[in-house]
């Protein structure tokens, strides 16, 4: 499912992908800098860059909708 979303500071987000962070896979997005990416402050991670297509909500993702309804 593809996000065409364009997140805004103060969205709760997490990576499509894999991460070298599972444990903290929730952050905040911050700004958007001039390049388009987004800054996400992760809670122990710190900050990381991503751009829109790579996030999703906080809890949107496919798996945790089927894990939620089984």
């Not at 388009?36 to 829109?52: K, S």
């Amino acid at each position: 499912m593809m996000c065409n979303r364009r997140f805004v500071p103060g969205d709760r987000v997490r990576p499509r992908g894999e991460t070298d962070h599972p444990e903290d896979p929730v952050g905040t997005v911050l700004t958007r800098v001039a390049t388009g990416e987004l800054l996400v402050d992760f809670p122990l991670a710190g900050g990381e860059m991503y751009l829109d297509e790579e996030l999703d909500l906080s809890g949107v993702h496919p798996e945790d909708a089927v894990t939620a309804l089984a």
